[in-house]
T-cell receptor
C-alpha cells in the first residue's frame, strides 16, 4: 500500500462546477500538507499548504485536512477551463526533509 | 518562470550511456531537491542537498549520483542508463533544509533512453 493514495482520474466537470479532489494517507506522523497544480509539460506549482487539521481558503481554492480520517481535500469553486491540469497532493512529517507526493488527479474543466 | 532553471529541457540517449542534468535554484534558496516523475510512479523523491551537503536520500539508484556546488547549483548524474530510466526529472528549491512552505519546482528535464 502506498503512503499516499490519490485517484488518477480523469475527472471531467462543466465550467462553473465545484470540484473536489482528495487524497488519503496512512502515515499518522504527516503534519504538513500541500497541493500542487501541474500543467502538461511543466513543473508542479504550489497552490496551497496547510499545517495539521482544519481548513484554509485562498480565493476559489479551499484546502481541508482531516487527520482523524487521514484524508485531505482540495475544493475549487467556480471552476474554469484554465483549471484543467493535474493536481498533486504532498505531505510531510515534522522533522523530515522530503515530501511524499500522490500520483496526481487529472482534471478537465469543459467550457 | 519559477526561478528554478533546469537544463537541458530534453535529452535523448542510448542505453548504457551517462548523462548529467543541471539545476540552478531560485535566488536565495539554499536547498535543492531532485525528483523523478514517471507515468506509473508519480513524483519520487531522489535526493536533497542543503548548502552543499547531502541532507536526505530517497529512492535513488546506485547508478545515480548528485552534488551541489559552492555556487549552489546542483547536478544529477545518471549512468549505465536503462530504458526504465526514461522519465521527467525535476529539481526544486527552498530557502531552508526542511521547508514547511513547500518547494519551487523547475520545468524539468525530459529524459528518453532508447
Amino acid at each position: 500500500q502506498k503512503e499516499v493514495e490519490q485517484d488518477p482520474g480523469p475527472l471531467s466537470v462543466p465550467e462553473g462546477a465545484i470540484v473536489s479532489l482528495n487524497c488519503t494517507y496512512s502515515n499518522s506522523a504527516f503534519q504538513y500538507f500541500m497541493w500542487y497544480r501541474q500543467y502538461s509539460r511543466k513543473g508542479p506549482e504550489l497552490l496551497m499548504y496547510t499545517y495539521s487539521s482544519g481548513n484554509k481558503e485562498d480565493g476559489r481554492f479551499t484546502a481541508q485536512v482531516d487527520k482523524s480520517s487521514k484524508y485531505i481535500s482540495l475544493f475549487i469553486r467556480d471552476s474554469q477551463p484554465s483549471d484543467s491540469a493535474t493536481y498533486l497532493c504532498a505531505m510531510s512529517a515534522s522533522g523530515t526533509y522530503k515530501y511524499i507526493f500522490g500520483t496526481g488527479t487529472r482534471l478537465k474543466v469543459l467550457a | 518562470d519559477s526561478g528554478v532553471t533546469q537544463t537541458p529541457k530534453h535529452l535523448i540517449t542510448a542505453t548504457g550511456q551517462r548523462v548529467t542534468l543541471r539545476c540552478s535554484p531560485r535566488s536565495g534558496d539554499l536547498s535543492v531537491y531532485w525528483y523523478q516523475q514517471s507515468l506509473d510512479q508519480g513524483l519520487q523523491f531522489l535526493i536533497q542537498y542543503y548548502n552543499g551537503e547531502e541532507r536526505a536520500k530517497g529512492n535513488i539508484l546506485e547508478r545515480f549520483s548528485a552534488q551541489q556546488f559552492p555556487d549552489l547549483h546542483s547536478e544529477l548524474n545518471l549512468s549505465s542508463l536503462e530504458l526504465g530510466d526514461s522519465a521527467l526529472y525535476f529539481c526544486a528549491s527552498s530557502v531552508r533544509a526542511g521547508s514547511i512552505y513547500g518547494y519551487t519546482f523547475g520545468s524539468g528535464t525530459r529524459l528518453t533512453v532508447v
